[in-house]
């Protein structure tokens, strides 16, 4: 993301905490209020306040954001428009909002579309999200002129409002859906049931848990435990996490469903669970011996955690007659 940019009409760049007024007008418009919602801005202090905690350590960590974005021939300034991430979801996904005196112009279209072309070209992102309020029907029949499609309702954390959730293929491979994460400190029967069905098809034979009650004596003993449910937007789960307490340390255990392999959903729900816990430790087979319940081979992992920061401690090792794994370890202070 360069600091400046420009189109045939606009110019695009960073937000600085100079823009506290500009943000103080637009987060108070009547479209932002009813369709974005009260961010409870209302003093020059809280817009500088909300750039200072909002995009510019959102620049520092991703090396891109959202834009500001004025007229090339005059500068003014007349919207924000670029990308935006939330935890629980498995792709970026474009934002966008101008003063209403230059909404209908075209300028929302041209601003998104070059944030579209970065995407693909710069930032060789497969897929981008779109989050839209049910009654936004501008912001839906622009996402719909720029090729996104609905691909279901989708709900924030701890917000029951339902809002439309669309998405735009910027490759011509076929990329994973939308897919959120849910975090429980329970695990509801239904959710075990799922989560074992997952297991027992892609963990060895060795490793196989025949019943409900099987499953329950594995989670009996964790401390602690925090789930993390990984779901498309028909709420089918396709992947799971678990953290939970052992020995004084922070433990994890991570499946995910075949149909998810390769598709970089492991990285993502890793690294959910990663941004909860600087430290966390895990046993990992290293072999190429064991065997899935369908014959096929168990590939071991201990590549993937590799590249997603972990160490490998050859000499802790997991002898048991069903399993013969490897410690690793995660340290967000190391990386």
Known sequence: MNNTSSTERLILRKVTVEDADFLLELLNTPSWLEYIGDRNIHTLEAAAEYIINGPLPFYAKHGFGSYCVELRDSGTRIGMCGLYKRDNLNYYDLGFALLPEYEGKGYAREACEFVLKESREVLKFQSLLAITDKSNLRSIQLLERLGFQWKGDFSFENNPEILNCFQLSLVEKTVAPPLTIVITEELTLEQKATVRKIWNSVYP????????????????????????????LSSELLGWGITFERENNRWFAMILDDSMHRTGMGTVLLKRMQADQPQLSGWVIDHKNAVRTDGKPYLSPVEFYLKNKFTLESETRLELPTISAVCIRYNHENN
Do not use: C, I, W
Request: charged content about 30%; cysteine-free; aromatic content about 10%.
């Open 205 to 232: 034979d060795s490793l196989v848990l025949p019943t409900a009650d099987d499953f329950d004596l594995y989670l009996e003993p964790l401390g602690k435990q925090r789930h993390y449910l990984l779901k498309d």
